[in-house]
């Protein structure tokens, strides 16, 4: 078992940053990558960026592309979702995912994971 905790999650103005932060426990040396996804209120969960756990290949959805930045930090077991020039349309519950050694790269979809955080609430104002 994989255990993820997001946090940083809030209230921002359109054109602001937010930092997500997600500590992972338990079983990680079994996680092939680490996802973001979101979802919007009234919409399907979409993805948002991934980067593999053990080297520094990282994919992002369109949207996103320019904006958002993934990373991870090994000595704290922790992936980071630094949001820049944020948009109304950004706004969503975010989850932290992480994805086993069999699963496919990128995990764009939500059969690619095997663990998923509680979400932590994103909303751009305009």
């Known amino acids: 078992q994989v255990q993820l905790v997001e946090s940083g999650g809030g209230l921002v103005q359109a054109g602001g940053s937010l930092r997500l932060s997600c500590i992972a426990s338990g079983r990680t040396f079994s996680t092939k990558s680490m996802a973001w996804f979101r979802q919007a209120p009234g919409k399907e969960r979409e993805f948002v960026a991934a980067s593999w756990w053990s080297a520094g290949n990282t994919y992002y959805a369109d949207s996103v592309k320019g904006r958002f930045t993934i990373s991870r930090d090994f000595a704290k077991n922790t992936v980071y979702l630094q949001m820049n020039t944020l948009k109304p349309e950004d706004t969503a519950v975010y989850y932290c995912?992480?994805?086993?050694?069999?699963?496919?790269?990128?995990?764009?979809?939500?059969?690619?994971?095997?663990?998923w955080g509680k979400g932590t609430l994103v909303t751009v104002s305009s």
């Open positions: 995912a992480a994805a086993g050694q069999g699963s496919g790269w990128p995990p764009t979809n939500y059969y690619d994971i095997d663990y």
